[in-house]
């Protein structure tokens, strides 16, 4: 495993393509010269034995024309024919044959042939020779595997006459030695140009790999998350450049990263501080990403890998139809530890599919709004707008009937048109009443009633409040008790809407308690910022089902009985929102029966407060 990757390193594969080149270019440059010096020796050493078989054959036909002519002798003629051969191809170590016109040899420059004299040479190229055929030249290769040159020349007198021939055999053993050793030599060249290239290959690699193994390093760190690294710009050539923009890619990967830090920190921060639940789906419908108000409203601990169909409780139809984008409300039960009863949170999810041009879908993000409030504050509009519209309708009917009794001939009767005019008048000052209280539960509701606070004797406030109830609770024969804590002398308080509010409580008291009971208005320190207002009687009470909506507006225990005693139902919410607007709470206990007692807290403030 090591070799292979060894070998596929690109200094490795750098020297080996430098070696191939080197290996090729020398054997296409050794196979044309030696081709050309070994032509060019075959022709020198071919040209020169024709030379010098021209010469012989030339003096060879001199010397057989003197001798068949009778001007010279034969055998002095075969002595000298003899002693020119061997002096001429001495030093070329060749056999040279002279033969006359029958084929017959007459001299050879072997001294180990001499006894073949006299014998007959029949080879092809002899035989051409002597019909005056030219050009007669063959390699051979003899029994020793040593190749030869063959030339055969015929001997002409001046005249064209044939008169014998010359035979030539020379070997090429100097000339084929010659091409070996040229062929060893560059053969050490290539081998000696191989190792230098390979030498020099290895330093070029190095150079050019060293800094691509240097770019590998840096990369490998920018993958750690290391960008404060920078690679050497060694030159101005392609890796220098590519250096330079691997540097400039750093520096921007770095920038880069750092806004997606940033905006991922963003939305980190958007998505854990929303109000809405976000929840992020793939294109599988897997949950990939959620917040926490998310895990609040599905009242879950975690939703990794949840199907978001069966999160929301969807069915399987409905939330590929969702996926693609689209809005469904659902109703979502929820534990509610402290009342021990299970709330129902009701949620307006919205989908919004992601989507990308090659990929198509490829997710789905849930926006899940919790409108409980709304819907219930949507209900409560409702449900106030029925009440206001049947507290109207029923005097208003009233006053209709009575006045169309009046318009029929009831007028005429006076003792009865009185009666029928007191109810109408009645009735009329109750849809005042009505009115009224609604302007200004209106009005506190929108912070149109400022306070006027003014320092206030606590005491006096009480004493005149049962002062001004003195006439019916003489009628009921309730006796009323004030009593104030001591150390609890003055506040700062808007005293009429106070009064508003102790009316009210100390108004309820008397309807509601029985002839001959008691009533009871207290203050007191809760502590020193704080003081409570308590007014409690030993009235008929309240059921405790009817406990959490008592402060609702028009929310009456015993409607009938409320309504004759020209009650509104908006007193006890009137009086919260005064008690809220200074600051402070109310809060109802009651047992059936046994009596009912309203407190409320008020915060003890200093005329420097006030004024500031």
Not at 165 to 175: N, P, T
Request: glycine residues 8%; aromatic residues 6%; proline residues 1%.
């Amino acid at each position: 495993m090591i070799g292979r990757r060894f070998f596929r390193t690109i200094q490795v594969k750098l020297v080996i393509i430098y070696l191939l080149l080197i290996l090729v270019a020398m054997q296409l440059i050794g196979v044309y010269f030696i081709s050309t010096v070994k032509a060019s020796l075959t022709d020198n050493f071919t040209q020169n034995l024709r030379d010098q078989t021209g010469i012989l054959s030339k003096f060879a036909a001199q010397k057989l024309s003197d001798s068949s002519q009778g001007t010279e002798n034969g055998d002095k003629m075969r002595e000298e024919l003899g002693l020119f051969v061997q002096n001429l191809f001495s030093i070329s170590g060749a056999e040279v044959q002279v033969l006359d016109l029958n084929g017959k040899l007459l001299a050879t420059s072997l001294q180990a042939h001499q006894s073949y004299i006299g014998q007959k040479n029949t080879s092809l190229a002899v035989t051409r020779a002597l019909h005056n055929i030219r050009n007669n030249e063959e390699e051979i290769i003899d029994e020793d595997g040593l190749r030869k040159k063959v030339i055969a020349e015929p001997a002409l007198t001046s005249g064209g006459k044939v008169v014998g021939a010359v035979y030539v055999v020379a070997s090429m053993k100097d000339l084929y030695q010659t091409v070996d050793q040229v062929n060893r030599i560059f053969i050490s060249g290539t081998l000696i140009a191989l190792g230098l290239t390979g030498a020099l290959g290895i330093i070029l690699a190095h150079t050019i790999t060293s800094p691509i193994k240097g770019l590998t390093r840096h990369a490998a760190a920018m993958a750690d998350g290391r960008f404060d690294l920078k690679v050497p710009v060694l030159g101005d050539d392609e890796i220098g450049r590519l250096s330079y923009a691997f540097n400039d890619m750093t520096i921007r990967l770095k920038e880069a990263l750092s806004v997606n830090e940033e905006e991922n920190e963003k939305l980190l921060s958007v998505l854990s501080n929303m109000s809405d639940g976000v929840v992020a789906a793939d294109e599988n419908g897997r949950v990939i990403v959620w917040n926490r108000r998310a895990l609040e409203l599905l009242n879950r601990k975690s939703c990794e890998g949840c199907d978001i169909g069966e999160l929301l409780g969807l069915p399987k139809a409905e939330t590929e139809e969702l996926l693609q984008g689209g809005e469904q409300t659902l109703i979502v039960a929820r534990d509610n530890e402290e009342d021990l009863e299970d709330e129902e949170t009701i949620m307006r999810v919205n989908f919004r599919s992601i989507r990308r041009r090659d990929k198509g879908l490829t997710g789905t993000i849930a926006v899940l709004q919790d409108i409980t409030e709304q819907e219930k504050l949507e209900q409560s509009r409702r449900q106030f707008v029925a009440n206001v519209s049947h507290e109207l309708r029923t005097p208003l009917t009233t006053i209709k009937s009575y006045a169309e009794a009046l318009d029929d001939g009831a007028l005429e009767e006076k003792e009865l048109s009185e009666r029928f005019v007191g109810v109408i008048r009645n009735e009329t000052e109750r849809m005042i009443r009505l009115v009224t209280d609604l302007l200004h539960l209106s009005r506190l509701d929108s912070n149109q009633a400022p306070l006027r606070r003014r320092e206030t004797n606590i005491h006096e406030m009480l004493d005149e409040v049962a002062d001004r109830f003195s006439f019916q609770l003489r009628q009921k024969a309730i006796r009323a008790h004030v009593r104030v804590e001591r150390g609890l002398t003055t506040a700062w308080l808007d005293r009429d809407q106070i009064d508003q509010v102790l009316d009210n409580l100390f108004s309820n008291a008397i309807k509601y308690t029985l002839d001959g009971g008691q009533i009871e208005v207290s203050a007191r320190k809760q502590n020193d910022e704080v003081m409570a207002i308590s007014v409690k009687d030993t009235g008929i009470g309240i059921p405790n089902k009817d406990l959490g909506r008592i402060f609702d507006r028009f929310y009456r225990v015993d409607k009938a009985r409320s309504r004759n005693m020209g009650g509104t139902g908006l007193g006890l919410s009137i009086a919260r929102e005064i008690v809220k607007a200074h600051g402070g709470t109310i809060a109802l206990e009651s047992e059936y029966n046994e009596g009912t007692t309203v407190t409320f807290t008020l915060p003890l403030l200093h005329e420097e407060a006030v004024l500031a």
